[in-house]
């Protein structure tokens, strides 16, 4: 079983739509979340960073933390054709580098 | 404000000639930084990462080595690069803390022919 499981889509929703999208982990030390944003080309991009369960809300984008189910999502609300990009989940124990998944293929359509 | 920068941006090489990439950090000092290949289709391997001026740590065995000479200075190489060698090259920087949040530099993509 990997640390970190990402359905690697591709996702495709039509303008307006609310995203979700998750990963799950197996290793329950891990302590700090992320979601990071890559355009095709790219490096990523920092988009939410989290160390507790719950919402966390930025604009359009709540990133929401369930430790009890292992469980982390990304919602985007009113997607847009520029949020088209690959979204990648990351996480933490604290003390090693960064897990991440390998991410998920957004495609938002006009 | 901080800036990571990373070239060449892309790059053309022959199986078996040597490689060398560049990633220098500006606006912090004593980074951790790391090194990450992302082939195609697939996610984020992380190769080497550095705490300090010579500290590496290497997570993947491969022809690949990184050398960091200078705080905000890590350099990734090879000796003969393979055809698997092909992929998009980041370097990242974080914090101190390995739970910082890392940030990305603009990569370089690499074709081994």
């Known amino acids: 079983q990997k640390e970190v499981e990402q359905d690697p889509g591709p996702l495709s929703v039509p303008e307006g739509a609310i995203v979700s999208l998750n990963c799950t982990y197996s290793?329950?030390?891990?302590?700090?979340f992320m979601w990071y944003r890559q355009y095709s080309r790219k490096g990523p991009e920092l988009l939410m960073y989290t160390y507790s369960s719950g919402n966390k809300e930025d604009g359009r984008f709540t990133a929401q933390v369930d430790k009890s189910s292992k469980y982390i999502s990304l919602f985007i609300r009113d997607s847009q054709p520029s949020d088209s990009a690959t979204y990648l989940c990351a996480m933490s124990i604290g003390n090693t580098p960064l897990v991440f998944g390998k991410g998920t293929r957004l495609s938002v359509i006009a | 404000s901080q800036t990571i920068h990373q070239w060449p941006a892309t790059l053309v090489q022959p199986v078996g000639s040597p490689l060398s990439l560049e990633c220098t950090v500006e606006?912090?000092?004593?980074?951790?930084l790391y090194w990450y290949r992302q082939a195609a289709g697939r996610g984020l391997q992380l190769l080497f990462y550095?705490?300090?001026?010579?500290?590496i740590s290497s997570e993947v065995p491969q022809n690949l080595s990184a050398s960091r000479p200078q705080d905000r200075q890590f350099i990734l190489s090879s000796k003969k690069l393979l055809l698997s060698d092909s992929g998009f090259y980041l370097c990242?920087?974080?914090?101190?803390?390995?739970?910082?949040?890392?940030?990305f530099g603009p990569g370089t993509r690499l074709t081994v022919l």
């Open positions: 550095s705490v300090g001026i010579g500290q």
């Open positions: 990242a920087w974080s914090g101190q803390g390995y739970a910082d949040t890392q940030y």
């Open positions: 606006g912090t000092s004593n980074p951790n």
């Open positions: 290793n329950s030390a891990f302590q700090y």
